[in-house]
């Protein structure tokens, strides 16, 4: 457990209905909650959330917060996109999601994405002068899009271009992936 508390801090963590791998969204919720963050899941629709282990298995469904119809302006201190190959798939797909994560690098603010979760930063057009991870299979993606580079580590923390960025390659890295979101949080 962190001493470090995240009170008055706020996540908003964007996902489609169907396809967010389990691990990379109910990870971070359950620990930036339990250190105090208010963590708001927003989705396409109202329905539940269903997660998936290993982009097959059926894993725990999750009520979402908001919709991204009825978001609103409210503002949030960092912006979590996690993984599962159809979530992210279908995510980039998503007008209202990608200008949230427009939005969110034009105010500067931080942005933390995991596993699949940087095609939809790949979609907004916010990679220019990055240095980032991901899963391997996004790599070239992410180069095409104008990353400085794509490295192969756990946890990727890049403060130019701008915003801060956040990136992990996989559910192995969760920890440290973790960590350094709260350390971004509690600098806001």
Not at 7 to 33: I, M
Not at 57 to 76: I, R
Not at 153 to 178: C, H, M, N, Q, W
């Amino acid at each position: 457990m962190t001493d470090r508390r995240l009170d008055g801090r706020s996540v908003l963590a964007l996902v489609t209905n169907y396809g967010v791998e389990q691990d990379e969204l109910l990870f971070p919720l359950r620990e930036l909650r339990r250190d105090g963050a208010d963590v708001t899941v927003v989705a396409v629709s109202a329905d539940p959330v269903q997660t998936l282990q290993g982009d097959k298995d059926l894993g725990e469904s999750v009520n979402p917060d908001v919709t991204y119809e009825a978001l609103g302006a409210a503002p949030h201190d960092l912006l979590l996109i996690p993984g599962g190959t159809l979530n992210a798939d279908r995510l980039r797909l998503e007008t209202a999601a990608v200008d949230t994560v427009k939005a969110f690098a034009a105010s500067g603010r931080p942005v933390a994405a995991i596993c699949h979760g940087p095609w939809a930063l790949v979609e907004a057009d916010v990679l220019r002068g990055k240095t980032l991870t991901s899963y391997p299979s996004l790599r070239t993606d992410i180069t095409n899009a104008g990353a400085t580079a794509w490295v192969d580590e756990p946890v990727v923390v890049d403060p130019a271009g701008g915003y801060p960025l956040i990136t992990s390659r996989t559910p192995k890295d969760l920890d440290g992936f973790v960590s350094a979101i709260r350390d971004r949080l509690a600098q806001v």
